[in-house]
Nanobody
Framework: QLQPVESGGGLVQPGGSLTLSCAASGATFDGSNLNYYAMLWSRQAPGKEREVLSCISQSGTSTNYADSVKGRFTISRDKARSTVSLRMNNLKPEDTAVYSC????????????????????WGQGTQVTVSS
């Protein structure tokens, strides 16, 4: 089963930027290579529910974003490296959370709009703290 591993978190000042990366742990044989899946990023702050932030299609040609991060965060994927990234700009204190990625159970593009299925299994996550 695909088990993603996140990296790139840290402490950043308000207005700063970070880029998170997601890769598959262990061997990347068929079935556990994240290149075969639409991929999701989410975050969870202490005492709050998990918020799905963004999804990218398996092809990489379609994306979607939650309103809370639209225009500030950008999801992308590198098929050669089998990684998915989340570029976060203009970070705010309310962005402080543990950020996780996951493969999605399918995807659908209708009318130019991407909808991704539920997460198969979230990774352990990487902590992002936005503070001065």
């Amino acid at each position: 089963q695909l088990q993603p591993v996140e990296s790139g978190g840290g402490l950043v000042q308000p207005g700063g930027s970070l880029t998170l990366s997601c890769a598959a742990s262990g061997a990347t044989f068929d079935g556990s290579n994240l290149n075969y899946y639409a991929m999701l990023w989410s975050r969870q702050a202490p005492g709050k529910e998990r918020e799905v932030l963004s999804c990218i299609s398996q092809s990489g040609t379609s994306t979607n974003y939650a309103d809370s991060v639209k225009g500030r965060f950008t999801i992308s994927r590198d098929k050669a490296r089998s990684t998915v990234s989340l570029r976060m700009n203009n970070l705010k204190p309310e962005d402080t959370a543990v950020y996780s990625c996951a493969a999605a159970l399918g995807e659908q593009v209708f009318g130019g709009k991407l909808t991704c299925g539920d997460a198969i299994s979230w990774g352990q996550g990487t902590q992002v703290t936005v503070s001065s």
